[in-house]
Each structure stands twice: as C-alpha cells, then as structure tokens.
C-alpha cells in the first residue's frame, strides 16, 4: 500500500470514529447545557480550564515528541514508549499532590474546588492516553485510537443520560467525565499490550534524550494553553459564572472540532519527520502540500457554514439561556479554521527540528494575549475573549508557516485554497437565502451546493487522489 493510501486509510478510520464520537459529544454537550444552568456551565467550564491550565506546567509535549522519537530508525520502541508513559505517570503524580494547596491561593467556591480535584482525573487519562496514541501514529494502526476514542465517548454519553435521568449534583456529573476518560485510557492500554510490552520503566538515558528534544515544545504547549484557556480563567475572576457558561457553550464547539486535524496531522508528522531527516525535501514538500489540500476542503466550508447557521445550532445544541453564545461561536469557528489550516505547520515544526525558533512567537502571542484578555474582558465579556483568540491563533499560524517555508524551502500552492474558499462562498450563500428550514435539511442541502460548485471548478485537488 503507497504512502498516500496509508495516510487516507488511517484518516478515514479517525474521520469515522471522530464523525460518530462528535456526534455524541455534542448530543453529551447539550444534556449537559439543557441540565446546568449557564451559572453552573460556567462552573464546569472554569474547573476544566484550571485543570488544562495548570496541567500545562507537566505536559511537556511529549505526544508529538515520542512520536517523532519512535518513528525513527533503530528505535526500540517498547522501551522507549515505556519510560515516557511513566515520567508521564510521576509528573501527573506531582501536580495531583500539589494541586490543593495551589488551590488555596483561589477564590472559587468551594463546589468549584472539588470539581477541579476531581477533573484532575480526566487530565491525568488525557495526557497518559496522547503518549500512547503517538505508538499508533508512527505505525499507522490510527483505527485502534479511534476505537478507544469512541469507547470513552460512547461511555460518557450513556453516563450523562444516566446523570440527567437520575438527577446527579453537578460533582457528580464532573465524576462521570472522569470515569469515562478511564475507561478510554484503559482501552488503549489494552490495544497497546497486543503489540508491545508496556511497563513502568525509569531510563535516564531515554529521559534526556527526549527532553532534549521536547523542551522547546514543553515552553511552546504552556504558552499556547496560557492564551488558549487564559480567557475562561480571567473571566471566571472578573465576570460572572453565567459569561463564562456562555463562552464555554461556543468555545465547546471549537474544542470538539480541533481534535479532527491534530489526529490527521498525527499520522502525517512521521512521514514528514522520516521524508525531511532522509533530505528529500521534495517528498517533505509534496506531502505538506497534499496534507494543505486536503484541510482545506473541509475547513473553508466548515467556517463559511457555521457563520451563517450560528444562532440555530446554539439553539439546537444549547437550548434557551444561552443565545449570546451565538455571536461567540460566529468569531470562534475563526479561530478554529486557523487552527485547522495552521496545525499542519505546527505539527511540520516538529518535523524539521525548528521547535525551539518557535518560543520566542508563541510568548509573544501569549503576551499579547494576556494583555488583552486583562484588558477588554471585564468590559466586553466573552466577546472580547473570542477576538483576542483568533488573532493568537493568526500570529502563531503565520509563524510557524514562515519557519516552516524558511527551513525546508518548499513552494505552497493557493490554488485549491481559492477554489474551496469559493465554494464555500456560495453555499454560505445559499444557506443564508433558504427558508428557516431545521438544520436537518439545510446542513445537507448546503453540503450538496458546496460539493456541486467545488466539482464544477475542479476544486478538488489532484494530490488527494495520488
């Protein structure tokens, strides 16, 4: 099977699972929105900001790091895999010990405090089970990520309704969310054991080696989270509960959705780390541009979409309380698309060995951000938060782009670009000018104007059938 095939095949597997687990995230999303009050969403959404937030501190990239590690030569992978899954364990276990006295310096209510310490779990499931999916990145096996993804959903799901139909507290509900990302991280454990042997293993070789590699990228992940999870954090201390359950209702949307591209760009990294330290920066350049083609054909219609459809699929999803949250979501899904487009340069940073060029923008958008989170939020809200996170994400897209472009000297062609972008302009125009239909109808019939008008064009790039 050709390198392509093996890519698309992969990318079908996550596409699927991903297709079904978002679905059911958003289903999970809106009992949970339907359930709690904007008052009490904007307490979950501040606990899971903390969480992530000061999680930060222990993450050290090293998903994106071990996956380059053990993609190359003369590796051996069980053992290297081994010893990063466990400084992984011992660094959760330390901010697990820590994180109650951090917690003291807060003025959150007491229900938030324990909501925090109980979603501790969730970041300890999350970050073991990344180190793990990067084995299965390398050896593109991404269906067995996918399944353990969807279990974990699936398990969420059943656990919400069961939460909603018996009337949880709102810790309790924070306990199911904790449960289910067990089960996803044991699932995956599981997968993992087939094809290698997993134990706890203290290497101090392999250690450095890998902090050598993933320092840079450890400074980059706590910048990027400081302006990417900033803004709940000051706004749950300058406004009140009920702003921050509204952002967090369009903010959701966005989280659910950039899971798709980092997972596409987990199987792609290895090729392009492999094709760039064999020197064949043509091979580097075609699958970069091939990786380009093929975000934007589901990128550009995604936001085009979403802009017009905005004030409906809060309403759908969020229910009565949180109509603002509409106007969110139009700037939000912005942001996302960057995100979509931008991942495949900061993903190819780590390829081309430029991580540690990359601090000195992602601290300057981190300011920046900072800045104008303190600022603008405590007088324009949530509104203010969302402007200050697109253009975050702009400057460390263009960025990574320009460091990118600079160390591999490959061409990006915009020509697919233009075409999906006008795609999408007539079907956010077609949308717009159809009659109030439920989103059932207008989704598909916007997809049909969309799919109709790029096959028209030939917007369709031949590098995704190559």
């Known amino acids: 099977m050709s390198l392509t095939r093996s890519i698309a095949k992969n990318t079908a597997y996550l596409t699927i699972g991903k297709i079904i687990s978002t679905v059911l995230g958003v289903i999970t999303v809106a009992l949970l929105l339907r359930y709690l009050s904007p008052d009490d969403y904007g307490r979950y959404t501040t606990a899971i900001a903390f969480v992530l937030l000061l999680g930060t501190v222990t993450d050290f990239g090293l998903n994106l790091t071990t996956t380059q590690d053990i993609s190359l030569p003369n590796t051996?992978?069980?053992?290297?895999?081994?010893?990063?899954?466990?400084?992984?364990?011992?660094?959760?276990?330390?901010?697990?010990?820590?994180?109650?006295?951090?917690?003291?310096?807060?003025?959150?209510?007491?229900?938030?405090?324990?909501?925090?310490?109980?979603?501790?779990?969730?970041?300890?499931?999350?970050?073991?089970?990344?180190?793990?999916?990067?084995?299965?990145?390398?050896?593109?096996?991404?269906?067995?990520?996918?399944?353990?993804?969807?279990?974990?959903?699936?398990?969420?799901?059943?656990?919400?309704?069961?939460?909603?139909?018996?009337?949880?507290?709102?810790?309790?509900?924070?306990?199911?969310?904790?449960?289910?990302?067990?089960?996803?991280?044991?699932?995956?454990?599981?997968?993992?054991?087939?094809?290698?042997?997993?134990?706890?293993?203290?290497?101090?070789?392999?250690?450095?080696?890998?902090?050598?590699?993933?320092?840079?990228?450890?400074?980059?992940v706590v910048l990027t989270t400081i302006y990417f999870k900033g803004d709940t954090l000051v706004m749950s201390l300058t406004r009140s509960y009920e702003d921050v359950g509204i952002y967090g209702a369009a903010y959701k949307i966005l989280e659910v959705l950039i899971s798709l591209p980092i997972l596409f760009m987990g199987l792609v990294l290895p090729q392009l780390a492999r094709s760039f330290g064999e020197g064949d920066k043509q091979k580097f350049g075609r699958l970069l541009q091939k990786a380009w083609d093929g975000l934007c054909l589901f990128t550009l219609p995604m936001i085009a979409g979403t802009i017009v459809l905005a004030k409906p699929i809060i309403a759908l999803i969020a229910g009565p309380g949180y109509e603002s949250a509409a106007g969110v979501l139009q700037i939000l899904i912005v942001a996302t698309g960057i995100i979509f487009l931008g991942s495949l340069f900061t993903h190819a940073i780590v390829a081309v060995n430029e991580q540690k060029?990359?601090?000195?923008?992602?601290?300057?958008?981190?300011?920046?951000?900072?800045?104008?989170?303190?600022?603008?939020?405590?007088?324009?809200?949530?509104?203010?938060?969302?402007?200050?996170?697109?253009?975050?994400?702009?400057?460390i897209s263009l960025a990574a782009f320009y460091k990118v472009r600079k160390k591999a000297a490959f061409k990006l062609s915009l020509?697919?670009?233009?075409?999906?972008?006008?795609?999408?302009?007539?079907?956010?125009?077609?949308?717009?000018?159809?009659?109030?239909?439920?989103?059932?109808?207008?989704?598909?019939?916007?997809?049909?104007?969309?799919?109709?008008?790029?096959?028209?064009?030939k917007a369709w790039p031949h590098s995704i059938h190559s």
């Open 357 to 395: 060029s990359m601090i000195i923008y992602y601290l300057i958008a981190a300011i920046v951000a900072v800045a104008l989170y303190i600022k603008f939020i405590p007088i324009y809200s949530y509104y203010a938060a969302a402007i200050t996170t697109v253009i975050a994400e702009l400057l």
């Open 76 to 220: 051996d992978t069980a053992k290297t895999l081994s010893s990063v899954f466990t400084f992984r364990l011992l660094a959760n276990i330390v901010l697990a010990a820590l994180l109650p006295f951090i917690l003291n310096w807060f003025p959150y209510e007491p229900v938030v405090k324990q909501a925090i310490l109980i979603l501790t779990v969730l970041f300890f499931s999350t970050t073991l089970f990344q180190v793990l999916a990067s084995y299965f990145q390398s050896t593109l096996e991404a269906g067995k990520v996918a399944v353990a993804d969807l279990s974990g959903k699936i398990a969420l799901f059943v656990l919400t309704v069961l939460a909603v139909a018996w009337r949880f507290s709102f810790n309790e509900i924070m306990l199911t969310i904790s449960l289910s990302a067990l089960l996803q991280l044991w699932l995956l454990i599981h997968f993992l054991n087939k094809k290698i042997t997993l134990k706890l293993s203290i290497d101090w070789a392999i250690w450095k080696r890998i902090m050598a590699k993933t320092w840079p990228i450890a400074v980059s």
């Open 415 to 457: 020509a697919s670009f233009g075409k999906t972008l006008t795609a999408s302009i007539f079907m956010a125009a077609a949308i717009y000018y159809l009659p109030a239909w439920p989103l059932a109808i207008l989704i598909p019939a916007g997809a049909a104007v969309y799919a109709l008008v790029a096959w028209f064009i």
